[in-house]
């Protein structure tokens, strides 16, 4: 079973999707199934992390943007802005689809897990994840 | 379901192996299914990345070599040869397995998405990968 | 299906789970099935690697600190010490989720694959893995 969730994003940044994804799961979900989100962009990605402190957020985005940075004479690919080839490369250093166990019909995050968009580039604009429910 | 990959690559780069991961999809394959792949090798990986600009496949592999330099200096795992402790490098920070859902019955992968086999390593040599439809 | 695999570390390192893995898989498992191993923690993270030659794992762990170093300076997030805001970083580089076909009833790793825990605290402390079994 797949449910579509439609996503707006206002630019750069973590996203905390965690409570649309609980929501969007069905109510006859199997206890002991398989969760998998897919985001279908290559200019944006998931991410597990921490959902506490919001500083691990930002540090985690300034250390991405000094191992690739938003800088024309480093790439060919430039011609959609100073920002999109940077945003390929931290898609490609991330994820594009991960698996969640359901755990007595509940996703098996940790106590200090949340699931978020990672959105590379600038401008806002949609974003569509997939959340496939095996089992 | 498993159908089996075999690639011969012909070294370092980017394949677009999508077309061919369609073609192994069994016809009765589920409406809202899911497709895993998984390659068995720790010198290569799986990428969903961009299919349009040629250019972004080159400027993602032109920032790894520059993250991931294929200098012995840094590593003292140096017998297989000077690309051999990058490429595992390499992997370790790109995907061993990706799942992609079935939406109506395809691959749900984006307008911009292709699947990509990175290999690593200079030598040509065959690849295989493993394609497994759950639903 | 779901297991649990609790496990102690003894600090920063790779830990070879592939045997507990095996282990704790069902006897009467699916020929063709999936198997997705998930990691509960954001400073912990999974990898596939070579599993022969222990100088990988050595320059793994050296490739990665030089490239997230352990340095206060660099990042907001510091009270829970100078190694939790790399190993957050460390973990977003790398993989929460894995997931592995079973291909004639057991996990189709390569000739040279193992599954590796990466832990990424200096801190001995417990760590839990869920491995959902599907097919």
Known sequence: ????????????????????????????????????????????????????????????????????PEDESLYTHTQEGPDDMPAHIKSA???????????EGELALGTWQGIFLWEHRHRPGPRQIIVNVLG
């Open 1 to 68: 079973m797949n449910a579509i969730l439609n996503l707006t994003v206002e630019g750069q940044g973590l996203y905390d999707i965690t409570h649309k994804v609980q929501a969007l799961l069905p109510g006859s979900r199997p206890r002991e199934g398989l969760v998998t989100l897919y985001i279908r962009h290559t200019s944006a990605s998931l991410l597990i992390q921490e959902n506490a402190d919001p500083q691990v957020l930002a540090d985690l985005q300034h250390w991405m943007h000094r191992a690739v």
């Open 93 to 103: 250093l991330t994820a594009t689809s991960v698996s969640i166990p359901l755990l």
